[in-house]
């Protein structure tokens, strides 16, 4: 895997485990300005969309960049640079997720049981308007979390044409790798099983990344546990 490939991987994991706390100073600067300076409301609307619109832009052109790349990589006959790159990707969203479900939970919390308890239940009457828009943001969450993951899902699909020619899995198997490729969670473990088990690469950060996911899982365990006690 040359440098450039490299850098372009870890900027796009770097800028996309970033989009919590940029969000928040986003939102943070822009309730403060539109609580200091008069201003219309497209302009209030512009000011809001606008950064947003250019920080997923970025993220888009990274993404086809980095798919791309997987592409000329493979070409290469590199297949250790595809796995390198996998693992890139794939270990290094692992934070990013991570931070995305905790973020998420405790907005789509507030938004739905949050807003019931602060307006005593009266928002109810707003619900034929509210929890279509509440689903629509729930609908846009996943879709775009789904999203992230496919330039590394592509890196993971030349390692697995790489594992098919070099006879370590058969065709059909491959199949089924592919598919767990685009699944949350899944595309990691396989991702783990692809490197470690049959290229025997990346066997520390698997480890790593192994204890993260018994640490996300228990602590998912324990904050749907005090929900319901």
Known sequence: MDKA???LAIIYVVLLSLSAPLMA???GCFIWIIGTHNMSGWMGII????PILIYGGVLVVLGIWNTVKSFQIYKKQDILGCINGMLLHKYGLVFFFCVNFVVLFIVYFILTFGVLVG???LALFAAPVWIPFVMAMLGWSIISSW????PGSAYSIQVLRGSVRTGKISGGVAVIHGILQFLF???VLDAMY???GKWGRGKKSSVLVALVYVAAVAGIVWIVYKIRS
Request: aromatic share 0%.
């Open 5 to 7: 490939a490299k850098r």
């Open 25 to 27: 100073a986003h939102l």
């Open 47 to 50: 000011m809001l969309l606008l």
């Open 119 to 121: 307006t005593r239940g």
């Open 147 to 150: 999203l992230a993951i496919l």
């Open 185 to 187: 969670l899944a595309d």
């Open 194 to 196: 692809l490197a470690a």
